[in-house]
């Protein structure tokens, strides 16, 4: 049972993160789904400024896959 509590304790902020600060602007779309859509359609007209403000509201995502990613390598190394 300690594990998962540390485990959730590891996973919280950048949950906490990818919930407030990654997908705010929640109305009338969350701005990282706008962004996103913009660079899937060719990112014509984005400037320096949007690339900076998607890698923004990236970011809280990336601190949780790669939080993720070592609490699993962290798992596996202690099953073995």
């Not at 950048?14 to 962004?35: I, Q």
């Not at 359609?41 to 601190?63: I, N, Y």
């Amino acid at each position: 049972m300690a594990c998962y509590d540390f485990t959730m304790q590891r996973l919280l902020w950048p949950l906490l993160a990818c919930l407030t600060l990654g997908l705010a602007p929640f109305v009338p779309e969350p701005h990282l789904v706008g962004k996103i859509r913009w660079v899937a359609g060719g990112a014509v007209g984005m400037q320096t400024m949007d690339w900076l403000d998607l890698a923004m509201h990236a970011a809280p995502f990336v601190w949780l896959l790669v939080t993720a990613a070592l609490v699993v390598r962290d798992r596996r190394r202690a099953a073995s």
